[in-house]
């Protein structure tokens, strides 16, 4: 992390429901509303098939692994995560959805323990108990000390970002924002008078880009954590491109997407930074067949320096996990240059080459000459 540069952590969907819930000190009734999976518990038998036996009750820093440690050394100066469950113990559930998230407010801890400055909540599972789930969760969060952004009890307090002191002199604003694309239901989205999701529409997308050109003034940095795109494939969608770059030329100086499961393209506009989607990182989706060759059990810590004089992005830095008994520890060298190769080839049409070092952090994205 350079001195003269502001370091960003992101990551991709953070899932600390269903399966994992099951393992941690606090656990939910396993019952779960899928078509084929009646019971959580069952992912973690998929993981155990896989890899080995997963402890139950190991602590609330288990599934972030080695990661933790590796967070600390890096020492950005703000964390950003996307938090994909609901924190509630109501259980009327979403109707019409394939997959529900819902973790143990007990089970707040193993979340905190990785300290994340934000929280983001707009995403297609933080309504996956209705809306009595989401303000549990956003009690939850509070309660807990860790600020939320992207849902809530009105489309103002959905829209409004958090906004933090990362370094001396430097004020960054963090905004939420989910597309339909990412599978977000439009009876998600916040309202004057209902809470919710901030979703992109005709209203909200004006009214956040007028909000990111305001907030840019001498020193001040913008993020926008986006959920959007699907859950498999690489090229990102004409119409999320377009939003990102829509978001960039309002003021943007990184645009922080999520939603696939596994890492998408990295891109450059504006000389801004474009994550079309930072894929999983803790999940359950261990041992479960299907969608193999995108391997979705390698997961990325992301390491964002940006220059806090203009905003324009200098460097990232990644590190590769893998997810073996439900959590995370350090990729292989085969599993790091298998990475590397996937994503420098496909995020070279978007202005980004990845090359492979010796550094802690073996992957480093910059700009294409």
Same mark, same amino acid.
């Given at each position: 992390?350079?001195?003269?540069?502001?370091?960003?952590?992101?990551?991709?969907?953070?899932?600390?429901?269903?399966?994992?819930?099951?393992?941690?000190?606090?656990?939910?009734?396993?019952?779960?509303?899928?078509?084929?999976?009646?019971?959580?518990?069952?992912?973690?038998?998929?993981?155990?098939?896989?890899?080995?036996?997963?402890? $139950?009750?190991?602590? +609330? /820093?288990?599934?972030?692994?080695?990661?933790?440690?590796?967070? @600390?050394? !890096? &020492?950005?100066?703000? *964390?950003?995560?996307?938090?994909?469950?609901?924190?509630?113990?109501?259980?009327?559930?979403?109707?019409?959805?394939?997959?529900?998230?819902?973790?143990?407010?007990?089970?707040?801890?193993?979340?905190?323990?990785?300290?994340?400055?934000?929280?983001?909540?707009?995403?297609?599972?933080?309504?996956?108990?209705?809306?009595?789930?989401?303000?549990?969760?956003?009690?939850?969060?509070?309660?807990?000390?860790?600020?939320?952004?992207?849902?809530?009890?009105?489309?103002?307090?959905?829209?409004?970002?958090?906004?933090?002191?990362?370094?001396?002199?430097? $004020?960054?604003?963090? +905004? /939420?924002?989910?597309?339909?694309?990412?599978?977000?239901?439009? @009876?998600? !989205? &916040?309202?004057?008078? *209902?809470?919710?999701?901030?979703?992109?529409?005709?209203?909200?997308?004006?009214?956040?880009?007028?909000?990111?050109?305001?907030?840019?003034?001498?020193?001040?940095?913008?993020?926008?954590?986006?959920?959007?795109?699907?859950?498999?494939?690489?090229?990102?969608?004409?119409?999320?491109?377009?939003?990102?770059?829509?978001?960039?030329?309002?003021?943007?100086?990184?645009?922080?997407?999520?939603?696939?499961?596994?890492?998408?393209?990295?891109?450059?506009?504006?000389?801004?930074?474009?994550?079309?989607?930072?894929?999983?990182?803790?999940?359950?989706?261990?041992?479960?067949?299907?969608?193999?060759?995108?391997?979705?059990?390698?997961?990325?810590?992301?390491? !964002?320096?940006?220059?806090? *004089?203009?905003?324009?992005?200098?460097?990232?830095?990644?590190?590769?996990?893998?997810?073996?008994?439900?959590?995370?520890?350090?990729?292989?060298?085969?599993?790091?240059?298998?990475?590397?190769?996937?994503?420098?080839?496909?995020?070279?049409?978007?202005?980004?080459?990845?090359?492979?070092?010796?550094?802690?952090?073996?992957?480093?994205?910059?700009?294409?000459?």
């Amino acid at each position: 992390m350079g001195a003269e540069t502001v370091s960003l952590f992101l990551c991709g969907d953070v899932m600390l429901g269903r399966g994992v819930d099951q393992i941690l000190p606090h656990r939910l009734d396993p019952a779960i509303p899928e078509q084929y999976v009646r019971d959580a518990r069952d992912y973690v038998a998929l993981a155990e098939a896989a890899h080995g036996a997963v402890p $139950r009750g190991g602590g +609330f /820093g288990y599934p972030w692994g080695e990661a933790l440690a590796l967070l @600390d050394a !890096a &020492a950005p100066h703000a *964390r950003i995560v996307n938090l994909e469950t609901a924190v509630t113990e109501h259980d009327r559930f979403a109707p019409g959805k394939a997959v529900h998230y819902r973790m143990h407010p007990a089970n707040v801890p193993a979340l905190a323990v990785a300290r994340p400055d934000v929280c983001v909540l707009a995403n297609n599972h933080v309504l996956d108990y209705g809306r009595q789930g989401l303000a549990d969760t956003l009690d939850a969060l509070a309660g807990a000390g860790l600020p939320a952004v992207g849902a809530g009890g009105d489309l103002r307090e959905a829209g409004a970002p958090v906004v933090l002191r990362p370094r001396p002199g430097v $004020r960054l604003s963090v +905004f /939420g924002l989910a597309t339909t694309s990412s599978g977000v239901p439009r @009876d998600w !989205a &916040a309202t004057a008078r *209902r809470s919710g999701v901030h979703l992109a529409g005709d209203m909200s997308v004006p009214r956040l880009l007028a909000a990111v050109e305001d907030r840019k003034r001498a020193g001040d940095l913008v993020v926008v954590s986006v959920h959007m795109g699907s859950n498999w494939g690489y090229p990102p969608s004409r119409s999320d491109r377009e939003l990102a770059h829509a978001l960039v030329d309002a003021g943007a100086d990184l645009v922080h997407g999520h939603s696939s499961h596994h890492p998408r393209p990295l891109e450059v506009h504006g000389g801004r930074l474009i994550l079309h989607g930072c894929g999983d990182l803790v999940s359950d989706y261990e041992g479960i067949g299907g969608q193999e060759h995108y391997r979705d059990d390698l997961r990325l810590l992301y390491f !964002a320096e940006l220059d806090p *004089r203009d905003g324009r992005f200098r460097q990232l830095r990644m590190i590769p996990l893998r997810s073996r008994r439900l959590r995370l520890e350090r990729a292989p060298e085969f599993d790091v240059l298998w990475l590397h190769g996937v994503l420098d080839r496909i995020s070279r049409p978007y202005g980004i080459r990845v090359d492979h070092t010796d550094d802690p952090a073996p992957l480093l994205a910059r700009p294409a000459p």
